[in-house]
Protein backbone atom coordinates (compact mmCIF):
# COMPACT_ATOMS: atom_id res chain seq x y z
CA UNK A 1 0.00 0.00 0.00
CA UNK A 2 1.11 3.12 -0.78
CA UNK A 3 2.66 6.17 1.56
CA UNK A 4 0.16 8.53 0.71
CA UNK A 5 -2.50 5.64 0.91
CA UNK A 6 -1.08 4.92 4.69
CA UNK A 7 -1.14 8.85 5.49
CA UNK A 8 -4.72 9.45 4.31
CA UNK A 9 -5.79 6.94 6.51
CA UNK A 10 -4.33 7.94 9.79
CA UNK A 11 -5.45 11.36 9.50
CA UNK A 12 -9.16 9.62 8.62
CA UNK A 13 -8.74 7.92 12.43
CA UNK A 14 -7.06 10.74 13.99
CA UNK A 15 -10.17 12.68 12.76
CA UNK A 16 -12.24 10.15 14.59
CA UNK A 17 -10.39 10.19 17.59
CA UNK A 18 -11.03 13.89 17.73
CA UNK A 19 -14.54 12.96 17.75
CA UNK A 20 -14.29 11.53 21.51
CA UNK A 21 -11.98 14.13 22.58
CA UNK A 22 -15.02 16.68 21.56
CA UNK A 23 -17.23 14.45 23.74
CA UNK A 24 -14.84 14.41 26.53
CA UNK A 25 -14.16 17.81 26.11
CA UNK A 26 -17.79 19.39 26.20
CA UNK A 27 -18.43 19.12 29.95
CA UNK A 28 -16.18 21.59 31.83
CA UNK A 29 -17.87 24.61 30.33
CA UNK A 30 -20.89 23.13 31.72
CA UNK A 31 -19.99 22.12 34.74
CA UNK A 32 -21.25 25.57 37.15
CA UNK A 33 -24.65 25.09 34.95
CA UNK A 34 -25.14 21.25 36.64
CA UNK A 35 -24.01 22.63 39.94
CA UNK A 36 -26.59 25.32 40.19
CA UNK A 37 -29.44 22.98 38.76
CA UNK A 38 -29.08 19.95 40.69
CA UNK A 39 -27.30 21.57 43.88
CA UNK A 40 -24.33 20.06 44.01
CA UNK A 41 -21.18 20.29 45.84
CA UNK A 42 -17.38 20.65 44.50
CA UNK A 43 -16.86 17.20 45.23
CA UNK A 44 -19.87 15.74 43.55
CA UNK A 45 -18.81 17.52 40.29
CA UNK A 46 -15.35 15.92 40.71
CA UNK A 47 -17.14 12.82 41.07
CA UNK A 48 -19.08 13.86 37.62
CA UNK A 49 -15.73 14.77 35.76
CA UNK A 50 -14.39 11.69 37.02
CA UNK A 51 -16.95 9.67 34.90
CA UNK A 52 -15.09 9.58 32.03
CA UNK A 53 -11.92 8.12 34.07
CA UNK A 54 -14.02 5.84 35.70
CA UNK A 55 -15.07 4.25 32.50
CA UNK A 56 -11.51 3.68 31.04
CA UNK A 57 -10.15 1.60 34.15
CA UNK A 58 -13.49 -0.82 33.74
CA UNK A 59 -12.31 -0.75 30.36
CA UNK A 60 -9.00 0.03 29.25
CA UNK A 61 -7.53 -3.74 29.67
CA UNK A 62 -10.39 -5.28 28.05
CA UNK A 63 -10.72 -2.64 25.26
CA UNK A 64 -6.38 -3.05 24.50
CA UNK A 65 -7.11 -6.30 24.26
CA UNK A 66 -10.07 -6.06 21.51
CA UNK A 67 -7.71 -3.73 19.64
CA UNK A 68 -5.55 -6.78 19.34
CA UNK A 69 -7.34 -9.05 18.50
CA UNK A 70 -10.55 -7.71 16.04
CA UNK A 71 -10.57 -5.47 12.93
CA UNK A 72 -10.57 -2.26 13.76
CA UNK A 73 -13.61 -1.35 11.65
CA UNK A 74 -16.11 -3.85 13.92
CA UNK A 75 -14.41 -1.57 17.08
CA UNK A 76 -15.02 1.72 16.05
CA UNK A 77 -18.94 0.93 15.37
CA UNK A 78 -18.97 -0.36 18.50
CA UNK A 79 -17.68 2.16 20.32
CA UNK A 80 -19.95 4.82 18.32
CA UNK A 81 -23.28 2.91 19.33
CA UNK A 82 -22.26 2.82 22.97
CA UNK A 83 -20.97 6.86 22.94
CA UNK A 84 -24.19 7.86 21.50
CA UNK A 85 -26.69 5.73 23.69
CA UNK A 86 -24.40 7.11 26.89
CA UNK A 87 -24.78 11.22 25.68
CA UNK A 88 -28.40 10.33 25.38
CA UNK A 89 -28.72 9.42 28.59
CA UNK A 90 -26.44 11.85 30.21
CA UNK A 91 -28.61 14.55 28.17
CA UNK A 92 -32.01 13.59 29.52
CA UNK A 93 -30.78 12.29 32.92
CA UNK A 94 -33.94 13.79 35.51
CA UNK A 95 -31.05 13.46 38.74
CA UNK A 96 -27.52 13.85 39.37
CA UNK A 97 -26.73 10.32 39.51
CA UNK A 98 -28.40 9.26 36.16
CA UNK A 99 -26.09 11.97 34.76
CA UNK A 100 -23.55 10.61 36.01
CA UNK A 101 -23.80 7.03 34.96
CA UNK A 102 -24.67 8.48 31.09
CA UNK A 103 -21.22 9.98 31.12
CA UNK A 104 -19.75 6.48 32.03
CA UNK A 105 -21.42 4.82 29.72
CA UNK A 106 -20.28 7.59 27.05
CA UNK A 107 -16.99 7.51 28.69
CA UNK A 108 -17.17 3.58 27.91
CA UNK A 109 -17.49 4.04 24.05
CA UNK A 110 -14.72 6.99 23.67
CA UNK A 111 -12.25 4.44 25.35
CA UNK A 112 -13.01 2.02 22.74
CA UNK A 113 -11.97 4.35 20.04
CA UNK A 114 -9.08 6.01 21.58
CA UNK A 115 -7.79 2.83 21.73
CA UNK A 116 -8.41 1.63 18.38
CA UNK A 117 -7.43 4.94 16.93
CA UNK A 118 -3.33 4.84 18.51
CA UNK A 119 -3.13 0.96 17.68
CA UNK A 120 -4.08 2.03 14.48
CA UNK A 121 -1.34 4.38 14.00
CA UNK A 122 0.66 2.69 15.87
CA UNK A 123 1.13 -0.18 13.60
CA UNK A 124 0.83 1.83 10.34
CA UNK A 125 3.29 4.12 11.01
CA UNK A 126 7.06 3.57 10.14
CA UNK A 127 9.28 3.51 13.41
CA UNK A 128 11.16 6.08 12.05
CA UNK A 129 7.99 8.84 11.38
CA UNK A 130 6.13 7.54 14.17
CA UNK A 131 6.26 10.58 16.31
CA UNK A 132 5.22 13.24 13.46
CA UNK A 133 1.91 10.46 12.87
CA UNK A 134 1.45 10.48 16.48
CA UNK A 135 2.27 13.79 16.76
CA UNK A 136 -0.70 14.15 13.73
CA UNK A 137 -3.19 12.51 15.87
CA UNK A 138 -2.74 14.14 19.10
CA UNK A 139 -2.76 17.62 17.04
CA UNK A 140 -6.82 16.02 15.88
CA UNK A 141 -7.57 15.63 19.81
CA UNK A 142 -7.24 19.54 20.10
CA UNK A 143 -9.91 20.10 17.37
CA UNK A 144 -12.00 18.22 19.47
CA UNK A 145 -11.09 20.02 22.43
CA UNK A 146 -11.52 23.23 20.28
CA UNK A 147 -14.70 23.10 19.20
CA UNK A 148 -16.39 21.24 22.42
CA UNK A 149 -15.76 24.49 24.82
CA UNK A 150 -16.94 26.71 22.06
CA UNK A 151 -20.19 25.31 20.51
CA UNK A 152 -21.23 23.45 24.02
CA UNK A 153 -19.92 26.98 25.68
CA UNK A 154 -22.20 29.46 23.85
CA UNK A 155 -25.17 26.52 23.10
CA UNK A 156 -25.57 26.20 26.90
CA UNK A 157 -25.31 29.48 27.60
CA UNK A 158 -28.39 30.32 25.51
CA UNK A 159 -30.53 26.94 25.80
CA UNK A 160 -29.14 25.39 28.98
CA UNK A 161 -26.64 22.54 29.46
CA UNK A 162 -28.95 19.82 28.26
CA UNK A 163 -28.58 20.79 24.92
CA UNK A 164 -24.96 21.87 25.04
CA UNK A 165 -24.16 17.82 26.18
CA UNK A 166 -26.51 16.80 23.38
CA UNK A 167 -24.54 18.34 21.44
CA UNK A 168 -21.19 16.49 22.30
CA UNK A 169 -22.48 13.64 20.64
CA UNK A 170 -22.78 14.83 16.79
CA UNK A 171 -19.42 14.06 15.68
CA UNK A 172 -19.69 10.66 17.02
CA UNK A 173 -22.52 10.02 14.70
CA UNK A 174 -20.78 11.38 11.88
CA UNK A 175 -17.45 9.16 12.43
CA UNK A 176 -19.96 6.35 11.08
CA UNK A 177 -19.75 8.12 7.67
CA UNK A 178 -15.54 7.42 7.42
CA UNK A 179 -14.53 4.20 9.03
CA UNK A 180 -16.20 2.06 6.10
CA UNK A 181 -13.85 4.27 3.88
CA UNK A 182 -10.77 4.46 5.71
CA UNK A 183 -10.55 2.25 8.14
CA UNK A 184 -8.49 -0.90 6.74
CA UNK A 185 -6.86 -3.79 8.20
CA UNK A 186 -3.86 -2.36 10.43
CA UNK A 187 -0.86 -4.47 9.22
CA UNK A 188 2.19 -3.43 11.17
CA UNK A 189 4.69 -1.06 8.88
CA UNK A 190 7.14 -1.16 11.33
CA UNK A 191 7.55 -3.19 14.35
CA UNK A 192 7.85 -1.15 17.85
CA UNK A 193 11.27 -1.79 19.17
CA UNK A 194 12.91 -3.00 16.25
CA UNK A 195 16.13 -1.65 16.36
CA UNK A 196 16.70 -3.16 19.74
CA UNK A 197 15.69 -6.48 18.66
CA UNK A 198 18.68 -5.93 15.99
CA UNK A 199 21.55 -5.61 18.49
CA UNK A 200 20.32 -7.41 21.59
CA UNK A 201 19.83 -10.82 22.64
CA UNK A 202 15.86 -11.58 22.87
CA UNK A 203 16.35 -12.32 26.94
CA UNK A 204 17.84 -9.37 27.79
CA UNK A 205 15.15 -7.53 25.22
CA UNK A 206 12.34 -8.77 26.55
CA UNK A 207 13.42 -7.66 30.00
CA UNK A 208 14.61 -4.34 28.77
CA UNK A 209 11.45 -3.75 27.70
CA UNK A 210 9.38 -5.25 30.37
CA UNK A 211 11.29 -2.46 32.80
CA UNK A 212 10.77 0.28 30.97
CA UNK A 213 7.37 -0.04 30.04
CA UNK A 214 6.86 -0.23 33.64
CA UNK A 215 8.43 3.27 34.18
CA UNK A 216 6.37 4.42 31.69
CA UNK A 217 3.67 3.19 32.79
CA UNK A 218 4.28 5.38 36.81
CA UNK A 219 5.08 8.31 34.47
CA UNK A 220 2.00 8.16 32.78
CA UNK A 221 0.53 8.24 35.66
CA UNK A 222 1.74 10.93 37.56
CA UNK A 223 1.16 13.16 34.03
CA UNK A 224 -2.42 12.03 34.06
CA UNK A 225 -2.68 13.26 37.51
CA UNK A 226 -1.35 16.64 36.25
CA UNK A 227 -3.32 17.12 33.30
CA UNK A 228 -6.89 15.81 33.94
CA UNK A 229 -6.96 17.42 37.77
CA UNK A 230 -5.77 21.01 36.07
CA UNK A 231 -8.10 20.72 32.45
CA UNK A 232 -10.99 18.99 34.30
CA UNK A 233 -11.26 20.35 37.51
CA UNK A 234 -9.64 23.34 39.07
CA UNK A 235 -9.03 25.66 35.87
CA UNK A 236 -13.13 25.35 35.06
CA UNK A 237 -14.41 25.91 38.79
CA UNK A 238 -11.65 28.70 39.42
CA UNK A 239 -13.27 29.96 36.53
CA UNK A 240 -16.84 29.43 37.46
CA UNK A 241 -16.51 30.15 40.80
CA UNK A 242 -14.51 32.48 42.00
CA UNK A 243 -13.64 34.71 38.69
CA UNK A 244 -17.71 34.31 38.01
CA UNK A 245 -16.92 33.89 34.48
CA UNK A 246 -20.12 32.45 32.27
CA UNK A 247 -20.06 28.97 30.32
CA UNK A 248 -18.87 31.05 26.91
CA UNK A 249 -15.94 32.72 28.40
CA UNK A 250 -15.03 29.37 30.07
CA UNK A 251 -15.41 27.54 26.88
CA UNK A 252 -13.67 30.16 24.93
CA UNK A 253 -10.09 30.04 27.21
CA UNK A 254 -10.18 26.00 27.05
CA UNK A 255 -10.87 26.45 23.03
CA UNK A 256 -7.79 28.95 22.96
CA UNK A 257 -5.76 26.63 24.86
CA UNK A 258 -7.18 23.43 22.53
CA UNK A 259 -6.27 26.01 19.22
CA UNK A 260 -2.46 26.40 20.70
CA UNK A 261 -2.12 22.87 21.19
CA UNK A 262 -2.74 21.82 17.50
CA UNK A 263 0.64 23.48 16.09
CA UNK A 264 2.31 21.98 18.79
CA UNK A 265 1.01 19.17 17.93
CA UNK A 266 2.60 19.14 14.60
CA UNK A 267 5.91 20.55 15.87
CA UNK A 268 6.08 18.69 18.99
CA UNK A 269 5.94 14.87 17.09
CA UNK A 270 8.08 15.53 14.59
CA UNK A 271 10.66 17.17 16.83
CA UNK A 272 10.85 14.44 19.06
CA UNK A 273 12.15 11.93 16.89
CA UNK A 274 14.98 14.20 16.06
CA UNK A 275 15.99 14.93 19.90
CA UNK A 276 13.89 12.72 21.55
CA UNK A 277 10.89 12.26 23.43
CA UNK A 278 11.82 13.60 27.17
CA UNK A 279 13.47 16.75 25.43
CA UNK A 280 10.12 17.31 24.23
CA UNK A 281 7.85 15.76 27.38
CA UNK A 282 10.27 17.79 30.40
CA UNK A 283 9.91 21.58 29.72
CA UNK A 284 6.25 21.10 28.00
CA UNK A 285 5.42 19.50 31.09
CA UNK A 286 7.12 22.12 33.27
CA UNK A 287 4.40 24.58 31.66
CA UNK A 288 1.72 23.25 32.75
CA UNK A 289 3.40 23.35 36.65
CA UNK A 290 3.99 27.02 36.29
CA UNK A 291 0.08 27.53 35.22
CA UNK A 292 -1.06 25.18 38.09
CA UNK A 293 0.38 27.11 40.50
CA UNK A 294 0.15 30.55 39.62
CA UNK A 295 -3.32 29.93 38.13
CA UNK A 296 -5.12 30.61 41.73
CA UNK A 297 -3.30 34.35 41.86
CA UNK A 298 -5.70 35.72 38.96
CA UNK A 299 -8.26 38.03 39.64
CA UNK A 300 -9.13 38.83 35.63
CA UNK A 301 -9.71 37.05 32.53
CA UNK A 302 -6.77 38.00 30.37
CA UNK A 303 -4.54 36.21 32.63
CA UNK A 304 -6.94 33.05 33.30
CA UNK A 305 -6.65 33.20 29.38
CA UNK A 306 -2.61 33.65 29.49
CA UNK A 307 -2.57 30.37 31.69
CA UNK A 308 -4.67 28.31 29.96
CA UNK A 309 -2.41 29.01 26.85
CA UNK A 310 0.70 28.34 29.48
CA UNK A 311 -0.56 24.83 30.31
CA UNK A 312 -1.73 24.10 26.44
CA UNK A 313 2.46 23.62 26.24
CA UNK A 314 1.99 20.82 28.99
CA UNK A 315 -0.90 19.25 27.45
CA UNK A 316 0.37 18.48 24.39
CA UNK A 317 3.62 17.21 26.12
CA UNK A 318 1.45 15.13 28.07
CA UNK A 319 0.82 12.78 24.65
CA UNK A 320 4.59 12.11 24.31
CA UNK A 321 3.93 9.08 26.79
CA UNK A 322 1.59 7.14 24.13
CA UNK A 323 4.44 7.41 21.43
CA UNK A 324 6.99 6.22 24.41
CA UNK A 325 4.66 3.08 24.62
CA UNK A 326 4.12 2.35 21.24
CA UNK A 327 8.21 2.91 20.51
CA UNK A 328 8.79 0.02 22.94
CA UNK A 329 5.44 -2.24 23.08
CA UNK A 330 5.61 -5.48 20.88
CA UNK A 331 3.52 -4.91 17.65
CA UNK A 332 1.23 -8.18 18.77
CA UNK A 333 0.68 -6.71 21.67
CA UNK A 334 0.27 -3.01 21.42
CA UNK A 335 -3.30 -2.75 22.22
CA UNK A 336 -2.75 -4.80 25.30
CA UNK A 337 0.54 -2.58 26.34
CA UNK A 338 -2.07 0.63 25.63
CA UNK A 339 -4.16 -0.75 27.56
CA UNK A 340 -1.96 -1.73 30.56
CA UNK A 341 -0.37 2.51 30.20
CA UNK A 342 -4.10 3.44 30.14
CA UNK A 343 -4.93 1.80 33.05
CA UNK A 344 -2.10 3.22 34.98
CA UNK A 345 -3.35 6.89 34.11
CA UNK A 346 -6.95 6.08 34.87
CA UNK A 347 -6.76 4.32 37.96
CA UNK A 348 -4.24 7.29 39.27
CA UNK A 349 -6.95 10.12 37.87
CA UNK A 350 -10.72 8.49 38.53
CA UNK A 351 -10.28 9.80 42.55
CA UNK A 352 -8.38 12.88 41.12
CA UNK A 353 -11.48 15.15 40.36
CA UNK A 354 -12.83 13.93 43.69
CA UNK A 355 -9.48 14.83 45.50
CA UNK A 356 -9.47 18.02 44.53
CA UNK A 357 -12.79 18.67 45.06
CA UNK A 358 -12.40 18.19 48.53
CA UNK A 359 -9.04 20.16 48.46
CA UNK A 360 -11.00 23.03 47.31
CA UNK A 361 -13.90 22.85 50.19
CA UNK A 362 -10.91 22.90 52.66
CA UNK A 363 -8.21 24.88 51.54
CA UNK A 364 -9.12 26.43 48.27
CA UNK A 365 -7.71 26.68 44.95
CA UNK A 366 -3.91 27.58 46.04
CA UNK A 367 -3.75 23.96 48.06
CA UNK A 368 -5.10 22.28 44.64
CA UNK A 369 -2.75 23.94 42.45
CA UNK A 370 0.32 23.09 44.16
CA UNK A 371 -0.77 19.30 44.52
CA UNK A 372 -1.24 19.44 40.66
CA UNK A 373 2.37 21.13 40.15
CA UNK A 374 4.01 18.75 41.96
CA UNK A 375 2.28 15.38 40.07
CA UNK A 376 3.69 17.38 36.85
CA UNK A 377 7.08 17.66 38.42
CA UNK A 378 7.05 13.92 39.30
CA UNK A 379 6.32 12.97 36.13
CA UNK A 380 9.48 15.02 34.82
CA UNK A 381 11.30 13.19 37.25
CA UNK A 382 10.46 9.49 36.51
CA UNK A 383 10.63 10.35 32.79
CA UNK A 384 14.60 11.59 33.54
CA UNK A 385 14.94 7.93 35.11
CA UNK A 386 13.03 6.24 32.19
CA UNK A 387 15.32 8.18 29.15
CA UNK A 388 14.87 8.27 26.06
CA UNK A 389 12.40 5.68 23.99
CA UNK A 390 12.66 6.91 20.37
CA UNK A 391 13.95 4.58 17.97
CA UNK A 392 16.88 6.68 16.58
CA UNK A 393 18.40 7.31 19.62
CA UNK A 394 17.88 3.82 21.26
CA UNK A 395 19.26 2.19 18.26
CA UNK A 396 22.54 4.31 18.46
CA UNK A 397 22.63 4.17 22.06
CA UNK A 398 21.96 0.25 22.22
CA UNK A 399 25.02 0.30 19.42
CA UNK A 400 27.40 1.80 21.27
CA UNK A 401 26.62 -0.53 24.37
CA UNK A 402 26.69 -3.55 22.23
CA UNK A 403 30.77 -2.19 20.93
CA UNK A 404 31.76 -2.39 24.48
Do not use: C
Request: proline share 5%; aromatic share 8%; hydrophobic share 55%.
Amino acid sequence: MSERRIASDILAVAGISAAGSFANGGLAPILGQIAADFSVSFTALGVLTAGFAFARVIFDLPAGTLADRIHPRTMFYVAAVVAVVGGVVATVAPTFSVLVGGRVIQGMGVTLTLFAATAYIGRRARPDERGRMMGVANAANPVGELLAPLTVGLASAVLGWRIGLLITIIPTIGTLVLVPLYVRDARAVGTPGEALRRVQPRSKKLAFNVHLLLGINLMTAATSLANFGFKSTIFPLFGSRVLHLNPALIGVAIAAAAAARFPLSLVSGRLSDRVGRMAVFAPGMFGLVIAAVLLPLTDTFGPYLGFALVYAIGADASHMVYTMVVDRAPSDRLGAALGTNQLFADVATVGMPVALGLLIDTVGFGGAGIAIGAFGMLAIGIGLVVGDTSPRRSQKNAMVGGGR
